[in-house]
């Protein structure tokens, strides 16, 4: 874990740690817009309160909310 501006921040095997799913899925989570991140040089971190959103639902349920708003084109 890295700490910047009193920000900590979870590298991607971290992640895969904590939550217990593959850096595959880490990279499907941040393409999707699910779980936010941050490039530092070339690594790819993720804030602590993202996390915490992440974990509580927040974000999930906000990429859910988007998705329903989204016009289709037919």
Do not use: C, D, H, W
């Not at 941040?30 to 993202?50: C, K, Q, V």
């Amino acid at each position: 874990m890295r700490v910047i501006n009193g920000i900590k921040m979870f590298s991607t095997e971290e992640l895969q740690k904590l939550l217990g799913v593959t850096s595959r899925t880490i990279s499907i989570m941040r393409t999707n817009g699910i779980l936010p991140y941050t490039r530092i040089g070339r690594g790819l971190y993720t804030s602590e309160e993202a996390l915490a959103e992440y974990l509580n639902g927040k974000t999930t349920e906000l990429r859910r909310r988007e998705k329903k708003e989204e016009p289709t084109n037919r």
